[in-house]
């Protein structure tokens, strides 16, 4: 599915959160949105999933509407449904009373996709909030989505889990021609592996465009307010250094 | 954890197989708690009797009195209002995620309460048997709380917290109306009042039996429709939104059906404390939090309760009938106090 937003604008109350902002997205892409934390990258995608008010235009082309997927950031759960069970529920849409065998099978795969078979009995809330993250992302992927929009999916996960999510999601977007926003707060997991990136500063595209376009030291400096250095990786893709904050004082 | 996991769905399976034992034992519990509502009162009756009265192959005139004319309206209504309560408790707390919740915290009972007492006071005035004006004007009242905080949640948007607030005020509203009438009573309407408040379920008629159990079997099959749904919501309001709930829409629409079946229930037994508060919180710990199968089970150790309580009821004071609302408090607050230590204290 194609994504095309213009004139995208999101207020809570009086604060402006997201402030016009106009963006493409494409089958088959990984886009992730970067900035510092109250840029406006979570609201951004909360209204492009449907569950927050926006003014301006969000249009999906080109494939099956109520196909995307959307995974909020809050991993908190009370609840004592099983991790089966709950990546079941991102089958909602087709769920009857007397569950499908697709609908088992779908969720079982997705378990197995993602690495997590064996916590399949465990309650949710029994996990740690790394494992939770993964059974959410398991859910969003057993739905067989057209879109990903994924609120920082790798927050709470460990380095092997986080290369692997990544790097999942990655191959999956590629393979199926999925269209996946993924917001970020790790900019060198963001060089590595996203197609395209979107900086957000106070709730406007500060920049945007491949890797090495968008991670600029300048544009980092922009939007962070921290000096960084940025050399390029064994991969070819940038690699960040953030070396001081730039209000800082003469730093070691 | 096993090095090597059972199949996923055959293991969802299995546990999906033993909530349906746990149900049926439920079941089993209630039926023997039936017959012994049955055959316990001032007359003990010996149960094989009992259960042959109920077959139709009766042989003793008076037993057969007993059982069908006094005793089987007041266990069947046992079961009928023990099922509504548990339900709608169960309803109340995946709607609110509160695990607190039951139809006292939206001020529904309240209503019921003030519309009951409204209507003893007010019932030489209105030319109709007070057996019939009495739990009318209970449901009416029970059913303008219910408008009240659907009102108000239809203004500013059905999120739990909002839908907890309306309620408390309506809570307090309807008490503090109720509290007046109280202080203007004369005191035999007074004694009539507290007696009603207490809950009873010595005036149940075959009759409100119907109504009850019509209401609740057909809340049944619209609760369970939307029971994914309601699972969904236990995840928490966005990711329901995510998953493509209408999350508003859909605690309003669970919220005013069980006012409904809430409504009927106390309109005619009272206010009954505990059973909607406690029953969900036992078949959650025995089934699980898929509503499929934590609906049901709520209304069946709903009607357990509620039966067993009745029986208690009976023995308390040989010769004498405890109201009903009394035996669930005292049965209620060691369980319910028992369910807070367990959760503090759970990892």
């Known amino acids: ?252 | 954890m096993t090095a090597f996991p059972a199949d996923a769905i055959i293991a969802w399976r299995a546990a999906n197989s033993r909530r349906v034992v746990v149900m049926a034992v439920g079941i089993v519990l209630l039926v023997a708690s039936f017959a012994a509502d049955l055959a316990t009162g001032p007359a003990m009756l010996p149960i094989p009797e009992v259960v042959r009265s109920l077959l139709g192959m009766g042989t003793d005139p008076m037993l057969e009195a007993i059982v069908h004319r006094l005793r089987l309206p007041i266990a069947l209504m046992a079961v009928a209002v023990g099922a509504s309560l548990g339900l709608t408790g169960a309803v109340m707390q995946t709607i609110l995620n509160n695990p607190l919740a039951s139809s006292y915290t939206l001020g529904i009972s309240a209503g019921a309460g003030f519309g009951a007492a409204l209507a003893i006071l007010a019932g030489a005035m209105i030319p109709l048997p007070p057996a019939l004006v009495v739990p009318a004007a209970a449901f009416l009242f029970a059913g303008l709380a219910c408008s009240l905080v659907a009102g108000a949640a239809q203004l500013r948007g059905a999120t739990p917290e909002f839908l907890v607030l309306s309620g408390i005020v309506c809570l307090f509203l309807f008490q503090a109306l109720l509290s007046l009438l109280q202080f203007l009573a004369s005191p035999e309407a007074l004694q009539q009042i507290v007696f009603w408040l207490f809950g009873s379920l010595m005036r149940a008629s075959l009759g409100q039996v119907g109504v009850v159990g019509l209401v609740l079997l057909l809340s049944i099959p619209l609760l369970l429709r939307d029971a994914w749904q309601l699972t969904a919501l236990r995840l928490g309001d966005e990711r329901a939104r995510a998953l493509g709930v209408q999350v508003d829409a859909l605690r309003l629409r669970a919220f005013i059906l069980v006012s409904l079946l809430t409504g009927v229930a106390v309109a005619f037994v009272g206010t009954i404390g505990f059973v909607g508060l406690v029953a969900p919180h036992i078949a959650r710990m025995l089934v699980g939090e898929d509503q499929r199968h934590l609906l049901p089970s709520a209304a069946i150790f709903g009607a357990l309760l509620l039966s067993a309580a009745s029986v208690a009821s009976k023995l308390i004071m040989p010769g004498a009938v405890f109201p009903i609302g009394i035996v669930t408090s005292l049965i209620g607050v060691p369980v319910l106090g028992w369910l807070v230590l367990r959760s503090r204290t759970a990892p």
């Not at chain 1, 926003?181 to 106070?202: E, G, K, Q, T």
């Open chain 1, 1 to 252: 599915m194609r994504l095309s937003v213009r004139g995208f604008s999101l207020r809570y109350g009086v604060r402006v959160a997201v402030d016009r902002v106009d963006l493409q997205a494409n089958p088959g892409e990984v886009l992730a949105i970067l900035g510092a934390n109250g840029s406006g990258k979570s609201s951004l995608l909360r209204g492009l999933a449907g569950v927050q008010r926006h003014a301006g235009t969000v249009e999906w082309s080109g494939g099956e509407p109520g196909r995307v997927g959307y995974m909020p950031q809050d991993t908190s759960a009370r609840s004592q449904l099983t991790a089966f069970e709950v990546v079941l529920l991102g089958r909602l849409r087709s769920l009857a009373f007397k569950v499908d065998v697709a609908d088992l099978k779908a969720a079982r795969d997705t378990l197995e996709e993602v690495g997590i078979s064996h916590l399949a009995e465990r309650p949710i809330r029994e996990l740690s909030g790394g494992q939770r993250q993964l059974v959410f992302l398991a859910q969003v992927l057993s739905a067989g989505p057209s879109a990903l929009l994924l609120d920082e999916p790798t927050s709470a996960l460990d380095i092997t889990h986080q290369l692997r999510v990544l790097a999942l999601l990655r191959s999956a977007t590629h393979s199926r021609r999925l269209t996946t926003i993924v917001v970020l707060h790790d900019l060198n997991a963001a060089a590595r592996f996203a197609d395209r990136i979107v900086m957000m500063h106070d709730g406007r595209v500060a920049g945007h465009g491949t890797p090495a376009e968008a991670l600029t030291a300048e544009t980092l400096r922009r939007c962070y307010g921290v000096e960084v250095a940025v050399f390029s990786g064994p991969d070819g893709a940038p690699v960040i250094l953030p070396l001081r904050p730039c209000d800082a004082d003469a730093a070691p």
